[in-house]
Structure formats: structure tokens, C-alpha cells
């Protein structure tokens, strides 16, 4: 069965510095996403990675993913109170079934 | 706004009555995902399902749960003999049939269940 890990689970931080929270995944996949979900709220969609050593932008995030590795990074520049959030990765299994990460609660202080 | 609506969005049940929690997925989705989501936890799968038929249920709960989404109408997902366990956040997503490559899961609001 395929396992989804995130770390670090809780992370706080300054603002203005940089950090990267990790996904690692347990079988084989092509597709991996990035969400963020706010307190009380549904969530968002941010990154779609298909295919090893995609690397997509938006803003302050920036998502990587290493299909060898079964790996995929969120990096965040630059911090600013607005990024705090819950941050999931979800991996695509081969059956369309799609298994989320438990998620990495992020604070950002001002 | 053509999202993916769920209804209602609190539904406070006591322990041993039914919950019903209802999904339209967006315009033109017919494959529909249900999530549970405990507080401050993740997203565990439930099940996955196109209309009138069940894709996948390995997430389900083997007793009192139970889903469906027919040929008209919403999905729906059905507790029955609610526990104090079963209080969560239900979140239901949608999908095209041919979910393209670079498509996401669309959520929608959740239900969040208090079991009293």
C-alpha cells in the first residue's frame, strides 16, 4: 500500500527566511500534487508534478519532484505571514486512487 | 460558480442516528472522491466513485458506512449508528472521467460531523 510521508509535520519560522518541507512517497508514481488548506477551509490546489525532475513556481513556493528518489520538495522564499498554512502533498497511485500526506502545519511569525 | 458543493457544511447528530452528507461534483465531473479528515490530521481516502458505480472502497469503514453516487443527483455519503468517532471533517473532491494529466482533485467546502 502506498505510503505518503511529510516532514516536517509542524514547522515554525521568521519571517523572510527560507525553508523547504519534504514528501517522500513509497511506490512507483507519475503525479504528485502540492495543496495548501487554511484553518476551517477546503483545499487549494498549488502544484501538479508529472514527471522526474519537474520543477514548477508560483510566487514565494516552488515545488520539485525526483520520480527515482520518490521525493518532492516545497520550498518557500522569503516568508511572509500569508504563506502560514496546512501544507499537503498527494501522490497519484496507478489505480487513480489518490493518498495524502498528513500534512505540514506551517507558522509563519511576523 | 460551478464548484463542487457540499451539503450541509455542520451536521450535529447524536450517537446512534444516521448522518447523510451530500456532494455535487463541478459541471461535467462524473468521478467523485470522499476524504476524512480528523482534527489536525491528514486526508484519509475513503472512497472513489463514478456514477453508479463504486471504483474503490479500501478506505471505507467495513460497517455503518456506506456510499453511493447515482446515474441523477449528488453523491452521497451515509453513516449510519453514528459514534463519537466518527466526528471529522468530510471532504468530498471531483473529477473529469478522463482526468487529464495535469488536473488536480477539485474540493469542495467539507462537512464537518459533530457526534454528541
Known amino acids: 500500500e502506498l505510503k505518503v510521508e511529510q516532514n516536517p509535520l509542524f514547522l515554525s519560522m521568521q519571517e523572510g527566511k527560507n525553508y523547504t518541507i519534504y514528501c517522500n512517497y513509497s511506490?512507483?508514481?507519475?503525479?504528485l500534487y502540492w495543496y495548501r488548506q487554511d484553518p476551517g477551509k477546503s483545499l487549494e490546489s498549488l502544484f501538479v508534478?508529472?514527471?522526474?525532475?519537474a520543477v514548477k513556481q508560483e510566487g514565494r513556493l516552488m515545488a520539485s519532484l525526483d520520480t527515482k528518489a520518490r521525493l518532492s520538495t516545497l520550498h518557500i522564499t522569503a516568508a511572509v505571514h500569508d504563506l502560514s498554512a496546512t501544507y499537503f502533498c498527494a501522490v497519484d497511485t496507478r489505480d487513480d486512487k489518490i493518498i495524502f500526506g498528513k500534512g505540514t502545519r506551517l507558522h509563519i511569525l511576523p | 460558480n460551478a464548484g463542487v458543493m457540499q451539503n450541509p457544511r455542520h451536521l450535529v447528530r447524536r450517537r446512534g442516528q444516521e448522518a447523510r452528507l451530500r456532494c455535487s461534483p463541478m459541471?461535467?465531473?462524473?468521478?467523485v472522491y470522499w476524504y476524512r479528515q480528523l482534527p489536525e490530521e491528514g486526508l484519509k481516502f475513503m472512497v472513489y466513485l463514478q456514477k453508479e458505480n463504486i471504483i474503490d472502497e479500501s478506505g471505507m469503514p467495513k460497517e455503518r458506512f456506506s456510499a453511493e453516487f447515482p446515474k441523477e443527483g449528488p453523491s452521497i455519503l451515509r453513516i449510519q449508528q453514528v459514534v463519537r468517532g466518527d466526528s471529522a471533517a468530510y471532504f468530498c473532491?471531483?473529477?473529469?472521467?478522463?482526468?487529464?494529466?495535469?488536473?488536480?482533485?477539485?474540493f469542495g467546502n467539507g462537512t464537518r460531523l459533530t457526534v454528541t
Open positions: 459541471k461535467g465531473h462524473s468521478h
Open positions: 473532491a471531483s473529477s473529469p472521467m478522463n482526468r487529464g494529466y495535469n488536473s488536480p482533485l477539485h
Open positions: 508534478l508529472l514527471s522526474n525532475g
Open positions: 511506490t512507483t508514481s507519475d503525479r
